[in-house]
């Protein structure tokens, strides 16, 4: 997040021969596509081989935004945004955790999982379970943080974008996790 931070304010003190400024920074929410990589891999992979569990109610907000569609954003900043200008890129909803695991689950030809997990027990398993770890020298395949990032509630609004650049995304939840899991092996 730090470095995030300084490469915004980096850009946006950028400034041409002539002392306008020019830098534009784009806020992407997650991204994801046939080439991402990270957590929503494991997440998809979890999902197709049905050892996918929710760890609480799964209420908790996200945004997204197709690779495709963030390739778009930054081609129309470019070509359209005033220098200084900061926008949030997403697909122009908010979506609950259970919204998108419906989304993968129907992509992957799954059911979508209803089991769910208390969080209080689970946080205090994964403690445990890295203390353990710790002591044995191993690392645990579920850690604390990665539980805090499937809990976390970040949702972020792209309307600014949709607005001033005319941006227009093409790929909502459901046609992007069936455009993204559609050709790739898990």
């Known amino acids: 997040a730090e470095t995030k931070a300084e490469a915004e304010r980096d850009v946006l003190s950028a400034r041409n021969s002539n002392g306008d400024r020019f830098g534009v920074v784009l806020r992407l ?18 999902v197709e081989r049905r050892r996918f569990l929710f ?15 963030a390739a778009l954003a930054a081609i129309l900043a470019a070509e359209r945004a005033a220098g200084g200008s900061i926008y949030n890129v997403t697909d122009g909803s908010i979506h609950t955790l ?20 208390p969080v209080t027990p689970v946080k205090l398993g994964i403690a445990a379970a890295e ?30 974008i949709q607005n001033e650049l005319g941006f227009e995304p093409r790929f909502d939840l459901a046609r992007g996790w069936r455009e993204s899991l559609g050709r790739r092996p898990f």
Do not use: C
């Open 29 to 46: 929410a997650a991204v994801y596509g046939s080439r991402m990589k990270g957590n929503y891999v494991r997440l998809a992979r979890a």
């Open 131 to 160: 203390g353990l770890a710790r002591a044995l020298g191993l690392t645990p395949p579920v850690g604390k943080a990665l539980l805090e990032k499937f809990l976390e509630d970040i949702a972020v609004d792209g309307s600014k």
């Open 98 to 117: 259970k919204d998108i695991v419906a989304a993968i689950s129907t992509a992957v030809g799954k059911p979508t999982p209803r089991l769910t997990l």
């Open 55 to 69: 760890v609480g109610a799964g209420d908790n907000r996200r945004t997204t935004v197709h690779q495709s569609d």
